[in-house]
């Protein structure tokens, strides 16, 4: 078991977010977490980072119950965060991106090490823009570098907020392949989606949250033949 | 509403007391309340734009400074007694409040502190070395008020008035749609500007208020000791009433007076017993801002709040 | 002139970040007394209207024409008296006012009475204020802190801080974000009764379709800055392009 | 609670302070004095120094039984750089603590600042730091006394010194404040009045407290005058001398100006040739001249090891001429006392000294002469030192009287 | 006026300007990556300058024992600095703006206190080594040769922080964690640690400011307020947080400090801040800042 997360309740000030949610992420195996937006898709992946911490419930990584453990402990731990917004740091180039992030990873882990150089080579498209800063990326580079700058970290566990999204057919279609390479490299994958197309072509299993709740839980496949979770992604 | 009949009770109770001491106690002691008084509404006046308003400024003191020199100038130059000298001052204060304010309302937040301090810098510049118009760095001293106004008993009585005065003023200007409109200001500025709200003129008038005030209280000093001098507009004088403020919470109409009040017993208590007085001051602030941020008064009335209408 | 009544007319409107069009030729037009709901996934463009609307941003080429009046590029203030009132995607109050406060002086701002300093502020228009609250249900809560009223009771604050401001037409950004189920009951019946009892014209962006549909008289999906499709929910339930869009598509 | 112990611990805290104080105001049976100086800020050295001085005389005084049987405490009080702090610790220690005289001093805002208290109350007030002539003429009354040359007298007395020397051609620099920009118009005057025209080359300002003046060095340099008229002083002048100093400037130039011990004291070896200075006091100046000047030299460097400074002069002349005027008048009222001031003659570390009836001006010299490195002390002295007598420099009494009647 | 005058003046600007800017830089490194106005930056300065020289004393007060006060020295204040910041700045970032102020100018008045209680009313003097304190005759202008040096260790901090900054991995973890704090904590960056090390490398750098200006002038009370205004001007100026718009502003101010003497007399005492107020209202931000929101 890589996550496994129980029972969570997680509020933004006063705002109850999620209610009692649980899932679980296995090694090796790309999990999605489906729902329209403003249902707390972004608001669990920050629960599990640390980035705003569970009220209650327990987050147990890699045997280690990790809730309420600050964001740098959980990165160090092999969590690795990619944001729907990026965040890529404009005033630093790619590859200063990529260095400030670069960690061994943890002893237990048994995937190998990934250096800088590696990380060019599994994104091809990043080595011509090595010395070009952040803030000069188009929106289909800055996903790949925040991707390459979570992996380049070591991590196990790889946290995606929406990373279609804004992006062209093509760079899509690319990026489905990238990640699936990670999850035979070894990496877990938890993803968090709107499109659930691109979604369902790239997970075994999945989540459909609405209201902060797991509304259905399965395999992709019956999910995916499920009316009732087209209506509820949908219209 | 029974409750809130006790606020308004408790001030009126509050300024029999004091006129009673008034009354009774050696003028040593009405001069530090007096002293008290002046640095109450100087620090009130702050509150008005810093704790209601969400403005920090670091360069209040040019305000109370140049109310003081005003009042002082008038005094020495014009042959003016004293209450139309504070009036004038005032009025003067307040256009000098309103080009300040025109000019550090351009920026907001850090930057708004920081152009107040720079401009009050450069009229303490100014004022340090107009040896003709201002008595450059000696100031102005032994100017001559009305023998009425020089007993000390009559003073206070005086002081008394004005500063109630100013904070019955205060009061009702915060208890007003200005005032809460300011409120509002400071909670949440977009928003207001989503309901309509001239947001700059809005706070330029609240920083005009202030100044005015913060004038008041300068004339009121000269008054209490015939003088004033170039270390009124320096920004150490700006940072006195913004530790009054923070001694005594912000965000509470009666923190200021409190601070002041605290300030003033502390840097004579204190002041009795060592010359480090300012190491035990610094200490007492950390103390403060670590444990207590809602400053004395704050805190009190947080405790009180059972037994008192809220008073905000 | 337009259709007398049409209250918003909104013509090729665009505006751009950088290379991002988040709103790329919006077309759009509101009829008096409408309800109407804006759909469309993330980064459609949904609340940067309402940015451009309320004239948080100037647009860089189109008219947005209110109640016969352009208004494109006004100051916000000024759209705001003019009869446009909206509410925030995140909660928007003044905490440390209460309830009472916070609707009060909304009221106040909007009839430029926030320069009056000699009023007393609690007891100006207390009958009017004191219906709104009625209105929204925030009544018994009138002297709490809104800092301290729970979530959904601070979205409707919102709702009621935009009533004082006695529109013709109110923009609500996800009036029912991160409320229960009936706390969204709650609010969707507000806005009906709203449009309904008040005749005020309303849009508002919501994600949960079911709120859209149940209470909206008209949607308009937006997708890429663009207006996608806009008609009855029962056409726009029917049209498979909207789907399409909402499933994701590669 | 915690937050609750604490705060109670803080209030107990302020409130035993107060209980505290107010108990040891009760206490002495004592004649007290007070102090009111500027301990904070850059005027502290002076101040100790003054300070130390005035505890030495009441040392002395008890020891050998106080003033007319009793005997003498000194209260000290910080009053800062800030005028109004002066004048409120002078009225209270006037009104609270019963003190029969206010000593000590500061910038001259300040020391008007307690003067006019003093003159309120009519209590004397002895001012041994601060010396501007607003002290005891334009804003002068029956109460006050200065125990050094005021700054209009020292002006004269460097008027009367520069015209011996052979310079015609100036540079000046002193920090842009009233007392500085008086000095050098006075000076230009007087020195134009005695027929001698001086050319200034260049006049710099700096603002009161500067420390770094790699600017104004070469400047000056450039300007190459044949004196450098300095009218910095405090570790401003600590911080011009030296850089000055490195940057060669006193090479090229003589230099005169408001040079006295204390910075000769703190630079030590580092202090360069050709300086010319003046004291309010100059330790080894009346060591040598007087008796009692010697011995209190000694016994100021025995009790606190370090050399007397202009102010210590000062200081405790201040207290010894206090201690004569009670014993003149024979009693401790105020009034008295004050009228005892006027026109008293006492002997001190300086000599033979009075105080003039008219303003309270002690008729003390002002000394100048070139500053020159002393192996025994460690630091430069005057050496020679030209003693300027207070009846060539000061303002005659019908000119003073002028002043008075123009009030 | 020769050439040599001209020279010898630009000299004495760049090393006021020098002066300013040590001062000056940790003050703005310290805003940029914490965003707090540090009050005590000066009273940390005053300190180190007393600390050098009761380490000199220790050493038995030989003009070369300056090497050992000019190592130890910044480096306890540096310590000082990371106690504050771990007891004392740590629990304020997440209130308000003003008391973060109001911590770091009570520290003042606590730092300041201590400094007369411990090191008493006497200026205390710091003698340089023999081989600063000669001179040096070039192009026909004589020179200090400390004036030289310290020009030299100006652009040297300068060099030395922008290669700190922007060559090194701990450097851009510091403009990241500056950018944007919580991205950086996702990707492993303890920013605690980070907080503390630049307010302890701020204050390390006041240290170095004190110390190298000591020689120059004596230590004593009152150094402290005279110097903060002035650093702040020039932090203003360049842009809070800048460190390359501090430098420029301090070599504006120090140059033009040095003509305007020549040129405009009094206007020495109000230059920065007239320079300062004319920046702000034209661009409130600062020459090289970014406005905050």
């Given at each position: 078991m890589m996550l496994k997360a129980n029972k969570l309740n997680t509020y933004y000030g006063l705002s109850h977010i999620l209610f009692d949610l649980s899932f679980e992420v296995n090694e090796k195996e790309i999990v999605c977490v489906l729902g329209r937006n403003g249902v707390g898709k972004t608001t669990l992946l920050r629960t599990i980072m640390g980035l705003t911490p569970p009220h209650t419930g327990s987050i147990n990584f890699k045997g280690e119950e990790v809730a309420g453990k600050r964001p740098y402990q959980l990165a160090r731990r092999g969590i690795g965060y990619v944001p729907a917004d990026r965040r890529i740091f404009p005033d630093l180039t790619v590859r200063q991106n990529l260095e400030i992030a670069q960690k061994p990873g943890t002893s237990g882990s048994n995937s190998e090490q990934w250096t800088i150089r590696e990380v060019f080579e599994f994104f091809p498209m990043l080595v011509k823009l090595e010395n070009r800063f952040g803030n000069q990326l188009s929106g289909g580079e800055q996903q790949i570098l925040s991707i390459a700058r979570a992996i380049v970290g070591n991590s196990d566990l790889l946290l995606l907020d929406e990373p279609s999204e804004g992006l062209s057919p093509l760079i899509v279609g690319d990026l489905r392949e990238r990640l699936l390479a990670l999850k035979n490299k070894g990496l877990s994958i938890l993803i968090c989606e709107q499109n659930t197309t691109f979604a369902f072509k790239l997970s075994s299993r999945g989540y459909i949250i609405d209201k902060g709740r797991i509304l259905y839980q399965g395999m992709v496949d019956e999910l995916n033949s499920d009316e009732k979770v087209k209506d509820c992604l949908a219209i | 509403m029974k409750s809130n009949r006790i606020g308004t009770?408790?001030?009126?109770?509050?300024?029999?007391?004091?006129?009673?001491?008034?009354?009774?106690?050696?003028?040593?002691?009405?001069?530090?309340?007096?002293?008290?008084?002046?640095?109450?509404?100087?620090?009130?006046?702050?509150?008005?734009?810093?704790?209601?308003?969400?403005?920090?400024?670091?360069?209040?003191?040019?305000?109370?400074?140049?109310?003081?020199?005003?009042?002082?100038?008038?005094?020495?130059?014009?042959?003016?007694?004293?209450?139309?000298?504070?009036?004038?001052?005032?009025?003067?204060?307040?256009?000098?409040?309103?080009?300040?304010?025109?000019?550090?309302?351009?920026?907001?937040?850090?930057?708004?502190?920081?152009?107040?301090?720079?401009?009050s810098q450069l009229l303490f510049v100014l004022v340090y070395q107009w040896y003709a118009f201002t008595g450059g760095d000696n100031g102005i001293h032994g100017l001559t008020v009305s023998p009425w106004m020089t007993d000390p008993q009559h003073y206070y009585y005086f002081v008394l008035a004005v500063v109630g005065l100013c904070f019955f003023a205060i009061r009702v200007i915060l208890n007003s749609p200005f005032g809460y409109t300011l409120r509002a200001l400071r909670d949440n500025q977009e928003r207001t500007v989503f309901l309509g709200a001239y947001v700059w003129w809005q706070k330029l008038i609240a920083f005009v208020f202030a100044a005015m005030f913060a004038g008041i209280a300068g004339g009121l000093y000269v008054g209490y000791d015939h003088m004033a001098y170039p270390l009124l507009v320096n920004w150490s004088k700006s940072a006195e009433p913004i530790l009054m403020v923070i001694l005594g919470g912000i965000n509470t109409f009666w923190g200021a007076l409190v601070g002041a009040v605290l300030f003033v017993i502390m840097e004579m208590v204190i002041g009795k017993i060592t010359t480090y007085w300012l190491f035990f001051l610094g200490a007492t602030i950390l103390i403060l801002v670590m444990f207590f941020p809602k400053g004395i008064w704050g805190y009190v009335e947080e405790k009180l709040a059972p037994f008192l209408a809220r008073e905000r | 002139m337009a259709d007398n009544n049409n209250l918003l007319e909104i013509k090729d409107l665009k505006l751009s970040f950088g290379n991002v069009h988040a709103v790329d030729g919006v077309n759009l037009t509101v009829k008096k007394g409408d309800l109407t709901a804006v759909i469309g996934p993330n980064g459609a463009g949904k609340t940067t209207l309402f940015n451009v609307i309320t004239g948080y941003y100037s647009p860089d080429q189109g008219t947005i024409s209110f109640n016969g009046q352009e208004i494109g590029g006004s100051p916000s203030h000024k759209i705001a008296r003019s009869g446009i009132a909206r509410s925030f995607q995140i909660t928007n109050i003044f905490p440390t006012l209460t309830t009472f406060e916070n609707v009060q002086i909304a009221y106040l701002i909007i009839r430029g009475k926030s320069f009056n300093t000699v009023s007393g502020f609690r007891k100006l228009n207390r009958g009017s204020v004191e219906e709104i609250l009625e209105t929204v249900g925030l009544k018994e809560k009138a002297n709490t802190l809104a800092g301290l009223l729970s979530h959904g009771d601070q979205r409707t604050l919102e709702i009621g801080i935009t009533l004082a401001c006695k529109p013709k037409l109110l923009l609500l950004d996800e009036p029912t974000s991160g409320m229960s189920s009936w706390e969204t009951n709650l609010v969707t019946d507000l806005i009906e009764k709203i449009s309904r009892e008040m005749g005020i014209t309303i849009m508002f962006v919501e994600h949960d379709m079911k709120v859209a549909f149940s209470v909206a008289r008209n949607v308009v999906v937006m997708h890429q800055g663009q207006v996608f499709a806009h008609g009855t929910p029962e056409n726009i339930r029917s049209n498979q392009e909207v789907r399409k869009i909402y499933l994701g598509e590669e | 609670?915690?937050?609750?112990?604490?705060?109670?611990?803080?209030?107990?805290?302020?409130?035993?302070?107060?209980?505290?104080?107010?108990?040891?105001?009760?206490?002495?049976?004592?004649?007290?004095?007070?102090?009111?100086?500027?301990?904070?800020?850059?005027?502290?050295?002076?101040?100790?120094?003054?300070?130390?001085?005035?505890?030495?005389?009441?040392?002395?005084?008890?020891?050998?039984?106080?003033?007319?049987?009793?005997?003498?405490?000194?209260?000290?009080?910080?009053?800062?750089?800030?005028?109004?702090?002066?004048?409120?610790?002078?009225?209270?220690?006037?009104?609270?603590?019963?003190?029969?005289?206010?000593?000590?001093?500061?910038?001259?805002?300040?020391?008007?600042?307690?003067?006019?208290?003093?003159?309120?109350?009519?209590?004397?007030?002895?001012?041994?730091?601060?010396?501007?002539?607003?002290?005891?003429?334009?804003?002068?009354?029956?109460?006050?006394?200065?125990?050094?040359?005021?700054?209009?007298?020292?002006?004269?007395?460097?008027?009367?010194?520069?015209?011996?020397?052979?310079?015609?051609?100036?540079?000046?620099?002193?920090?842009?404040?009233?007392?500085?920009?008086?000095?050098?118009?006075?000076?230009?005057?007087?020195?134009?009045?005695?027929?001698?025209?001086?050319?200034?080359?260049?006049?710099?300002?700096?603002?009161?407290?500067?420390?770094?003046?790699?600017?104004?060095?070469?400047?000056?340099?450039?300007?190459?005058?044949?004196?450098?008229?300095?009218?910095?002083?405090?570790?401003?002048?600590?911080?011009?001398?030296?850089?000055?100093?490195?940057?060669?400037?006193?090479?090229?130039?003589?230099?005169?100006?408001?040079?006295?011990?204390?910075?000769?004291?703190?630079?030590?070896?580092?202090?360069?040739?050709?300086?010319?200075?003046?004291?309010?006091?100059?330790?080894?100046?009346?060591?040598?001249?007087?008796?009692?000047?010697?011995?209190?030299?000694?016994?100021?460097?025995?009790k606190f090891n370090m050399y007397p400074g202009g102010f210590s002069f000062c200081a405790y002349d201040s207290v010894i001429a206090w201690a004569a005027a009670v014993k003149k008048a024979g009693s401790f009222d105020s009034t008295k006392v004050a009228d005892a001031l006027r026109g008293l003659k006492f002997s001190g570390p300086r000599g033979d000294q009075y105080i003039r009836a008219v303003d309270g001006q002690l008729n003390c010299a002002t000394t100048m002469g070139p500053l020159v490195y002393n192996e025994k002390y460690g630091f430069a002295v005057l050496d020679p030192a030209t003693a300027i007598a207070a009846e060539n420099v000061w303002l005659s009494v019908d000119e003073v009287k002028a002043i008075y009647s123009k009030q | 006026m020769e050439f040599s005058d001209i020279l010898d003046i630009i000299v004495g600007g760049l090393t006021s300007g020098m002066l300013l800017f040590m001062v000056a830089a940790g003050l703005t490194l310290v805003f940029g990556v914490l965003r707090i106005i540090n009050f005590s930056h000066g009273a940390i300065y005053m300190l180190a300058a007393y600390i050098s020289y009761s380490v000199m004393a220790l050493f038995g007060n030989a003009p070369n024992t300056y090497w050992m006060a000019l190592l130890i020295a910044p480096i306890a204040v540096a310590v000082l600095g990371a106690l504050i910041e771990v007891f004392l700045l740590r629990p304020m970032y997440n209130r308000e703006h003003l008391m973060q102020l109001l911590v770091t100018y009570a520290l003042v008045l606590v730092i300041v206190d201590a400094t007369k209680f411990l090191w008493g009313p006497d200026p205390k003097m710091v003698l340089l080594p023999d081989i600063l304190s000669g001179r040096i005759a070039i192009l026909g202008a004589t020179f200090s040769v400390y004036s030289l040096v310290l020009i030299l260790i100006g652009f040297l901090t300068m060099a030395g922080l922008w290669l700190f900054l922007n060559k090194t991995k701990l450097g851009h973890i510091i403009r990241a964690g500056a950018f944007d704090p919580e991205m950086t904590e996702a990707l492993g960056i303890n920013l605690k640690f980070i907080y503390t090390f630049i307010f302890s490398l701020g204050a390390w750098m006041a240290g170095l400011a004190g110390v190298l200006i000591a020689p120059l002038t004596t230590v004593s009370q009152g150094m402290d307020s005279s110097v903060l205004l002035d650093a702040f001007a020039v932090v203003v100026i360049g842009g809070m947080g800048s460190i390359g718009g501090a430098f420029l502003a301090s070599i504006l101010v120090g140059l033009g400090n040095s003509f305007g003497l020549l040129w405009i007399a009094g206007i020495a005492i109000a230059f920065t801040f007239i320079v300062m107020a004319v920046v702000l209202v034209v661009r409130p931000w600062g020459l090289f800042g970014r406005p905050i929101k």
């Open positions: - | 009770f408790l001030p009126l109770l509050f300024l029999v007391f004091l006129f009673l001491l008034g009354q009774i106690l050696p003028n040593f002691y009405l001069r530090i309340i007096i002293e008290m008084a002046i640095l109450g509404l100087f620090a009130q006046s702050l509150n008005l734009i810093m704790g209601y308003g969400g403005m920090i400024s670091f360069g209040h003191a040019a305000f109370y400074g140049f109310g003081a020199y005003a009042v002082a100038i008038l005094l020495r130059d014009t042959g003016m007694s004293l209450v139309p000298a504070i009036l004038t001052g005032t009025v003067l204060t307040g256009v000098f409040g309103f080009i300040v304010g025109a000019i550090c309302l351009r920026a907001a937040k850090l930057y708004f502190a920081i152009l107040t301090m720079a401009i | - | 609670m915690r937050k609750n112990t604490i705060f109670t611990l803080t209030i107990l805290l302020v409130f035993g302070l107060l209980t505290l104080c107010s108990g040891l105001a009760l206490a002495g049976e004592t004649v007290k004095i007070g102090f009111v100086g500027a301990f904070t800020g850059p005027a502290f050295k002076m101040t100790k120094d003054a300070e130390q001085a005035a505890v030495l005389a009441i040392e002395e005084i008890n020891a050998t039984g106080g003033i007319l049987g009793n005997k003498i405490e000194m209260d000290s009080r910080d009053g800062g750089n800030r005028p109004e702090l002066h004048a409120r610790l002078a009225r209270e220690m006037i009104e609270q603590e019963k003190v029969k005289a206010i000593f000590g001093g500061g910038a001259s805002s300040c020391v008007l600042g307690a003067s006019a208290v003093a003159k309120e109350l009519k209590v004397p007030y002895l001012v041994s730091v601060g010396n501007s002539s607003s002290i005891v003429w334009k804003k002068g009354h029956h109460y006050v006394c200065l125990f050094e040359s005021n700054s209009s007298m020292e002006a004269n007395a460097w008027v009367a010194w520069a015209a011996k020397q052979p310079w015609r051609t100036y540079s000046w620099i002193g920090p842009d404040y009233e007392w500085s920009r008086m000095t050098l118009k006075a000076f230009k005057q007087k020195l134009a009045a005695r027929g001698i025209n001086l050319k200034f080359k260049k006049e710099l300002w700096h603002k009161l407290g500067e420390t770094t003046f790699t600017s104004y060095v070469p400047v000056l340099k450039a300007s190459r005058p044949e004196v450098l008229f300095i009218g910095t002083w405090g570790s401003s002048l600590n911080a011009f001398i030296l850089q000055a100093g490195q940057a060669g400037l006193f090479d090229k130039m003589k230099a005169f100006g408001m040079i006295a011990e204390d910075t000769c004291i703190a630079l030590g070896k580092k202090f360069p040739q050709g300086l010319h200075g003046f004291s309010r006091g100059a330790f080894n100046y009346y060591s040598a001249k007087e008796a009692a000047g010697k011995e209190f030299t000694d016994k100021y460097y025995k | -």
